[in-house]
């Protein structure tokens, strides 16, 4: 690949090296470019939560949600509340929102190696809608991996699928997987968080050897945590589609449930990108994406 990248933003030191494979801010330019056309409709009127690695992912990480002052006028940006719904008074953040190919390069130009989203959108007068998708964040424990979480993935699924809800899994490009489920937009985010909470409580207690629904490190074990906070209005989860700062280059890659085989493993930008060209936009065709 070459150093120069030519875009709509210039693209300072695509020469650095972001992860030790040798993978550079160039290369996550030309990812975000490649699967620009699925991570969009993901993103679209999502504020975005960006991790920043402007040493690579060796170095300090930035989790950042405001928009930074030097950005530029272009990007578009709102002003939210930092946890809505909430009664209490909260703090207002102006968040970005990516719009276009050209947002896109200007993040990865910010060494934002991971976009994370809420599962809600906001409307065409700038409320917060209701959640259009619901999350579980699956977390393998000391002694389980992701073997475990398909395990635990396909019991929730099952018991999603007795209240008409369809999950699809997107392994997380980290040591998990996540499930989504598309919504019609009809519950508040504190009533899906609500009823998520209830049935991951309930599996746990139902397998206490596979599962576990409560937080802190020492029960989970060999088990899998089923984390389902980040249905929350104030929460965010790593983006479908976006890239992962972990040790070696893995994305966020939407799946189908045949191939969560024992032995799968996360996918690199590479494998994506090939699975995008024969396969097309899982999220599209499970109905994740806004039609
Ligand atoms: P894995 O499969 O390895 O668990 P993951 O994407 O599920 O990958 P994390 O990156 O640890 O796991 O993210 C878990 C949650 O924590 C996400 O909702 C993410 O948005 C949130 N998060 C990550 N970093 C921060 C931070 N510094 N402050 C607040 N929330 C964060
Ligand atoms: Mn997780």
């Given amino acids: 690949m070459t150093a120069h990248v030519t875009a709509h933003v210039r693209i300072t030191h695509p ?4 992860f030790a494979t040798g993978f550079t801010k160039g290369d996550l ?4 470019r490649a699967v620009a056309d699925v991570i969009l409709p993901q993103l679209a009127d999502r504020p975005v939560t960006r991790i920043r690695f402007p040493e690579g992912v060796g170095g300090a ?6 928009t930074p002052t030097h950005a530029p006028e272009w990007l578009r940006r709102m002003p939210l509340s930092s946890n809505p719904g909430s009664t209490k008074p909260t703090k207002i953040v102006t968040y970005p929102f990516i719009d276009d190919v050209r947002g896109l ?3 990865s130009n910010q060494s934002a190696i991971e976009l994370h989203t809420p599962q809600w959108r906001v409307g065409p007068r700038g409320g917060i809608r209701n959640p259009d998708r619901l999350v579980i964040d699956l977390d393998p424990g000391e002694g389980a991996g992701l073997d475990e979480c398909v395990a635990a993935a396909r019991l929730i ?3 999603l699928a007795e209240d008409d809800l369809i999950a699809w899994p997107v392994t997380s490009g980290g040591k998990g997987l996540h499930l989504y489920a598309p919504l019609a937009g009809r519950r508040t985010s504190r009533a899906v968080h609500a009823y998520v909470g209830r ?3 309930e599996l746990a207690a139902a397998h206490p050897d596979a599962l576990v629904a409560e937080v802190g490190k020492e029960k989970r074990m060999g088990r899998v945590f089923i984390d ?5 209005a104030a929460r965010s989860t790593a983006t479908p589609y976006t890239m992962r700062g972990r040790a070696t280059p893995l994305v966020a890659a939407p799946r189908e449930w045949d191939e969560l085989e024992p032995g799968i493993t996360q996918l690199g930008p590479d494998d994506v990108l090939a ?5 097309g936009d899982l999220m599209m065709r499970h109905g994740l994406t806004r039609g």
């Fill in 275 to 279: 699975r995008l060209e024969r396969d």
């Fill in 199 to 201: 049935i991951a409580k």
């Fill in 228 to 232: 389902w906070s980040q249905n929350s």
């Fill in 157 to 159: 699924r099952a018991r």
């Fill in 29 to 32: 330019v030309r990812y975000y």
């Fill in 15 to 18: 020469e650095r090296a972001l």
């Fill in 61 to 66: 990480r930035f989790f950042e949600k405001h």
């Fill in 105 to 107: 390069e200007w993040m």
